[in-house]
Structure formats: structure tokens, C-alpha cells
């Protein structure tokens, strides 16, 4: 089965046929529990349950269907998809060893089916009722919210992802992406010094992509690779603000898939840039998320980015 997902939303909705929760900044997963075991498998229907060991050690012990997000929080204790990067893809007794240092918590938000019940022809408020009362284990039911537009400030000022908003006489509906549900991501806004631009595909000369990075003491760390939002009509002014440099600018390994191809130049030029969730605080690894780029900020040189 595959999970039921929200539609991007243009405004918190209000009043009470909605109810709010938190966005939450890590892996969908589906949790099956029966007699055979726990089996956990993403949003595209992939087998993932011996990624999890930590979270399938601390399930119930009752037949149930549920949906929810496998979360891993970072050195602020906020819920970060980073943080989970390197055990997604690791599986067996490495995922064992990983799961000591990087734990995971399974936040459950939606109740499927129960003792051989299935649920999904139930409401939302039916289905969040009978979730209350199941004993999880070790795993989470995160809170809802009747004020959308309070969760929605409070999540952005705490740093979060975003909201999910969701009908109460919703029914759930297996792979569909729905109005019923509706999700509002936060963005966030920093400024970066370009290091290098990359060529559009099939060009060698059409600047299709920068490469930025964060101003720390150590030097210039590589923040990723920044397409999104530059059109022809950015390109070649973006292309004549930037002098060429003899070497690579970061302080850091810029992996090879970023370097190769890539035209290095002198860090002096500061870009704005949108992300998908706040970026990596400074002397923490990372990429920037879903990165857009919003503009050269001409008043402003990397010393002033300085921290």
C-alpha cells in the first residue's frame, strides 16, 4: 500500500473541520504489524524494515496498519532529515551499529487497520480517536492542533519543516495526493558566497548552476549546488559578476558529481537563496534543501558574512 499524500496549499485553512499538525522532517514510512513481525516500507512501496532496528524493537504488539515518519533529531534536538542521511540506505547488522549513534523515533499520525480491521473508510477523527487509545510501544503519536495559523508561526520561529492540515471527515485514501490534506513547508532565506558555476546541460557556456558556500572561521565550507530559479534571463549577468579562480575556493571535499565540470572563480560574489527547511547551522555538515536562487546581494561582501 502506498500512503496517502497532501496537496502544496496556498493558505492555512481554518476552523473546525480542520485539524493541524506538524510537519515532520523525515522518512514516510508504513508500520504493518501482525503475527510474522513488524514490516516497514516507504511511500513507494519499498521493504525498508531492516533500515529501522531500533524502531521495530520498540513496536506494538497488536495487529495494526499505521502511517507515519521516521525521524532522527539533530544537536538541537529538532527533528532533521540530515541527520537520518546516512542510514537509508544502510541495511542489516551495519543499520544495527548506525542505529547506536544516529536513534530513530517513529512519529504515528494515522491509524490503517486495527485487530483485522481496516480502517480507511473511517474518518479522520474516527481514525486519530481509536489511535489514542492503542498501545505503541515505543512509538510516538505526535499532537494535533485546532489552530492551524499558531502552529504554523510557532513551527517557523522553532525552526521546523512546516504544518500538514488535514479534514476531520477526511477518509484515507491509499496513493492519492489530496486536498484534504494539505501541506505548507516553511522556506527560509541566507545569503552565500558563489565558489563555482556550472554549465546548462548540453552547453559549455550557459551558467546553469552555482556552487555556494557558508563564511566560518575555517574557511569557505561547501553548502551545495544551487539551479532553481536561474532562467536565461539571470544567467549571463550572473556569468559577468564572476571572476575565474585557478583553484577550488572550499575549504571542504566538494564531492564529484558537484566538481566535476564545474568552473571554479574567486569567492567574492554573494547570492541570496531560498531553502526547504533552515539551513545547516554554522559548523554543522550539510546541503541546503531544495535550494532557489533569489538574487546577488550587492551590499554585501563575504566578510560581512563572517560569523
Avoid at 519499498?46 to 539533530?74: F, H, Q
Avoid at 501541506?183 to 556550472?198: D, I, N, T
Wanted: aromatic fraction near 6%.
Amino acid at each position: 500500500m502506498r500512503p496517502m499524500l497532501a496537496s502544496p496549499g496556498d493558505h492555512v485553512p481554518s476552523g473546525d473541520a480542520w485539524t493541524h499538525e506538524v510537519k515532520w522532517d523525515g522518512v514516510r514510512m508504513l508500520g504493518d504489524v501482525s503475527t510474522g513481525g513488524t514490516l516497514l516500507t516507504t511511500r513507494n512501496e519499498n521493504v525498508a524494515t531492516t533500515a529501522w532496528p531500533d524502531v521495530t524493537a520498540v513496536g506494538p504488539e497488536r495487529d495494526l496498519l499505521v502511517d507515519g515518519e521516521i525521524i532522527g533529531l539533530n544537536a538541537e534536538g529538532l527533528p532533521d532529515f540530515r541527520t537520518l542521511g546516512e542510514r537509508i540506505h544502510v541495511r542489516g547488522a551495519a543499520a544495527a551499529r548506525l542505529a547506536t549513534r544516529v536513534p530513530a523515533t517513529y512519529m504515528v499520525f494515522d491509524l490503517l487497520r486495527l485487530d483485522g480491521r481496516m480502517l480507511l473508510d473511517r474518518t479522520l477523527a474516527e481514525r486519530r480517536e481509536l489511535l489514542q487509545q492503542v498501545d505503541l510501544g515505543g512509538w510516538q503519536v505526535p499532537a494535533s492542533y485546532d489552530d492551524g495559523a499558531m502552529l504554523f508561526d510557532a513551527t517557523r520561529q522553532q525552526g521546523l519543516e512546516g504544518i500538514v492540515s488535514k479534514r476531520l471527515d477526511s477518509t484515507y485514501r491509499p496513493g492519492e495526493r489530496t486536498h484534504a490534506w494539505r501541506k505548507f513547508p516553511h522556506r527560509f532565506r541566507g545569503s552565500f558566497v558563489v565558489g563555482g558555476w556550472r554549465p546548462q546541460t548540453g552547453t559549455t557556456d550557459r551558467l546553469g548552476a552555482l556552487l555556494v558556500g557558508e563564511v566560518t572561521p575555517a574557511g569557505l565550507v561547501f553548502r551545495g549546488r544551487v539551479g532553481s530559479g536561474i532562467g536565461p534571463r539571470e544567467s549571463a549577468p550572473l556569468k559577468a559578476l564572476l571572476s575565474p579562480g585557478a583553484d577550488c575556493p572550499f575549504v571542504d571535499e566538494v564531492p564529484r558529481l558537484d566538481a566535476v565540470g564545474t568552473h571554479w572563480v574567486e569567492p567574492l560574489v554573494v547570492v541570496d537563496v531560498d531553502t526547504h527547511g533552515r539551513p545547516p547551522r554554522p559548523g554543522q555538515d550539510g546541503r541546503l534543501r531544495q535550494p532557489s536562487y533569489q538574487g546577488v546581494r550587492t551590499d554585501l561582501s563575504p566578510a560581512d558574512l563572517e560569523t
